[in-house]
Structure formats: structure tokens, C-alpha cells
């Protein structure tokens, strides 16, 4: 089944005082069920616009975007607001977490804001609460737990209505190396156990690296793609010769 798929989306952007600038020059792209693919490219080259277009939050100018069997361009603005809430999950470089409330009542949000019955929001809870390991900080105020943490109760969040994809912009933007391979281990566990597709935005060779593919953007076109074989660490080195080759700028990339 295809989760994603984009077929030649355009996007632009009027910029106040200056000239429409195109950010996203007819991308087309699948992630099929149980991908989990990284963007990367140098600052500028639109990864955070097109995340921002499968999501809803921004529209597109020209093309196709099916999510699952949805038509985005079918639904007007009311109706993606709830798309969003029921089928994608959304991971964010600072968490976006509601500080008011403990972990575990940010987990269950948007059961909470559908009004499911209580006793399936338990059921949900306590499945979710135990695939990212975080029983014990469930009732703990976001602001008392670590970065790391407050990662894995965003990925909570993000899987609580099963999602047809994740979708997550710089997920360890915000985190130290270990956090890094502690949250990066839980989006491999979800895309592996719970065949939940992902697509996330990083400059982080190291990240995208436990993805299956990796996908390079620049100048608003997909340049160029491998695919994961053989180690982490031959992916890893395959990722930055394509970065170094392509990129030409690979301190502004990584
Ligand atoms: N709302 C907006 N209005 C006008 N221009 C925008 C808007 N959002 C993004 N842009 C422009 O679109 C281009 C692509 O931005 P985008 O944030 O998608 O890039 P990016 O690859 O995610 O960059 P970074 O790696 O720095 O986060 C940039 O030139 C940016 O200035």
C-alpha cells in the first residue's frame, strides 16, 4: 500500500518586497507501507515546505498529493485540520508538548480531542507507554523529564491513532548523541514492529542513516536517492560522499 504519494507538486512563495521565489520544483515521491525515508539537502532547499504540504499546515500551488486513499486537494481547510489529527502523526525538532499536562495526558491528546471512549484511551495509553519504554515518567510533568524523553512522548503522541505516516522535522535537532540513539532506535522499533511508515527532514548524517532510503533536495528538486545496503556505517559513508558529491556545501548540510 502507498502511505505517500506526491506527483509533480509545485510550491511558491511571495516574499514581501522581493520576487515569488519556487521553493518546490514538481516533486514526486512514494513511501509505500513500512518505509521509513529521510530527506536531507543544504538550508533553504525546501524540506521544511514540503513536510509542511503533506501535512496540511501549508497548501501547494500545483499537483498531486494522495495520503493513503485521500486526495488532499479534495479536502478544504476544516477537513485536513482533522485529517491531520486522525492519520498523520507529527514529531517536531522542540517536542511541541503541552507543559500543563503530564506525559502521559500529551500521549493521549488526540484520542482526547475526539472524545473516544475512555476505557480504549487506557487500552491505547498503556500499548504505547510500553512500546517507547516510558511507564515510569507517564505521570511526570513534561518539564521534570529529558529531551530524549520529551521525544519519545512527542513519538507517543504522533502514533496514538495509528497513522497512516509519520511525519518528522529534525527530530533530534534538540538532542545530545546518546538521546540521538535512543530516539532514532525507537522510530526504527515503531517502522519495524508496528510497520508504521516514516518520512523525516534531518541534516544529521548519523539519523538518517537508520533510515531505508535517503532522499536529497536541493534548490527545491529531489537531485539524487540511495537506498540502505550492507551496514550502518557503509550507509553512513555512501550518505556523505552523496552529500559531498551533490551537495558541494557539506558544512551547511550536516
Ligand atoms: N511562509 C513563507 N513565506 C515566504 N517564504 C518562505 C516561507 N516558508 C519558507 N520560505 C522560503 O522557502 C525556502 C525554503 O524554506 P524551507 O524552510 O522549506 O527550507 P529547509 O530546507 O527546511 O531549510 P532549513 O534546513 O534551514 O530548515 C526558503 O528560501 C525560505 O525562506
Known sequence: MNNLEMKDVWKSYKQRNKEEVTVLKGINMLVKQGDMVAIMGPSGSGKTTLLNIVSGIDCYDKGEIYIEDSDLSDLNKEEVALFRRRRLGMVFQDFNLIESLSAKENILLPMILEKRFADEQEEQAERILKILNIQDIQNKNIAEISGGQKQRVAIGRALINNPAIILADEPTGNLDSRSTKEVM??????????????????????????????????DGVFKNEIDKKGSRKQFIDSITEMLAIIGGEQDDIL
Request: include cysteine; charged fraction near 15%; proline fraction near 0%.
Open 185 to 218: 532506535d525507537y522510530f526504527t522499533l515503531i517502522n519495524q514492529e508496528l510497520t508504521t511508515s516514516i518520512l523525516l527532514v534531518t541534516h544529521d548524517t548519523f539519523a538518517a542513516s537508520y533510515c531505508n532510503k535517503v532522499v536529497l533536495l536541493k
